[in-house]
T-cell receptor
Framework: DARVTQTPRHKVTEMGQEVTMRCQPI?????VFWYRQTMMQGLELLAYFRNRAPLDDSGMPKDRFSAEMPDATLATLKIQPSEPRDSAVYFC??????????FGQGTRLTVV | AQSVTQLDSHVSVSEGTPVLLRCNYSSSYSPSLFWYVQHPNKGLQLLLK??????LVKGINGFEAEFKKSETSFHLTKPSAHMSDAAEYFC???????????????FGAGTQVVVTP
C-alpha cells in the first residue's frame, strides 16, 4: 500500500537547535508539498516542488526555514535556529499533476 | 483569487442522523475541489474530489458532495452519521499559480464534527 512516510513522527527540541524533518513521497509522484498545521492558523502551505524543483516557497520564513529535494525519494524541511513559535505539526504530501495529494502522518514538533 | 469558506466551525449530530458540512468557494473559473478528513492525531485522508466531471461526487465511507456552480457551493453530506465520523473535515480548492497551471491546495479553516450516541 503506497504511502507518504515522514520521519520523525515526534520531535522535542530546545530553542536555537536545528531541526530536520524528512519525507519520502509516493514513488512516481512528481509534486511534493510541505504544510504546517497549528490551532491558530490552520493548515498553511510552506513550500512545494515539482520534479524536485521548488515552485513556491512564499509561505516559508526564509531566514530560518529551508526545503530541499536532494533526490526524487527524499524531501527535507529544515529549521535553523528553531523557535517556540515553530511548534506545530508539519505535513508532507505528494501527488501527480492534475490529481489529488496524499498526506503523510505528520511530524509533531515541540520547541521548548 | 481562489479560496474556500467553510461556514461552520463545529457541527454536532446524533448517531444515525444526516450530516451536512457547508463549503462555499470563490473562483473565476471551474475549480477543482476536494474534501479531506483528519481524525485525531492522524494525517489527512481524501474523502472525495470534483474535477469538472459529474456534479454529484461520491466518496468513501458513504460521503458525497454536490458541486453547484450557481451557488458556488460544494457541500458534503452523509445520510446517517456513525461514531467513527467524528473528525475534522477540510474543504480544499486547487489554486493555480503564475508559474504552475496545476497549482497548490488551499485549505478551508475546517469543520469539527462531533457525533453523539
Amino acid at each position: 500500500d503506497a504511502r507518504v512516510t515522514q520521519t520523525p513522527r515526534h520531535k522535542v527540541t530546545e530553542m536555537g537547535q536545528e531541526v530536520t524533518m524528512r519525507c519520502q513521497p509516493i514513488l512516481g509522484h512528481n509534486t511534493v508539498f510541505w504544510y504546517r498545521q497549528t490551532m491558530m492558523q490552520g493548515l498553511e502551505l510552506l513550500a512545494y516542488f515539482r520534479n524536485r524543483a521548488p515552485l513556491d516557497d512564499s509561505g516559508m520564513p526564509k531566514d530560518r526555514f529551508s526545503a530541499e529535494m536532494p533526490d526524487a525519494t527524499l524531501a527535507t524541511l529544515k529549521i535553523q535556529p528553531s523557535e517556540p513559535r515553530d511548534s506545530a505539526v508539519y505535513f508532507c504530501a505528494s501527488g501527480l499533476v492534475g490529481f489529488e495529494a496524499f498526506f503523510g502522518q505528520g511530524t509533531r514538533l515541540t520547541v521548548v | 483569487a481562489q479560496s474556500v469558506t467553510q461556514l461552520d466551525s463545529h457541527v454536532s449530530v446524533s448517531e444515525g442522523t444526516p450530516v451536512l458540512l457547508r463549503c462555499n468557494y470563490s473562483s473565476s473559473y471551474s475549480p477543482s475541489l476536494f474534501w479531506y478528513v483528519q481524525h485525531p492525531n492522524k494525517g489527512l485522508q481524501l474523502l472525495l474530489k470534483y474535477t469538472s466531471a459529474a456534479t454529484l461526487v461520491k466518496g468513501i465511507n458513504g460521503f458525497e458532495a454536490e458541486f453547484k456552480k450557481s451557488e458556488t457551493s460544494f457541500h458534503l453530506t452523509k445520510p446517517s452519521a456513525h461514531m467513527s465520523d467524528a473528525a475534522e473535515y477540510f474543504c480544499v480548492v486547487r489554486v493555480s499559480g503564475t508559474t504552475d497551471s496545476w497549482g497548490k491546495l488551499q485549505f478551508g479553516a475546517g469543520t469539527q464534527v462531533v457525533v453523539t450516541p
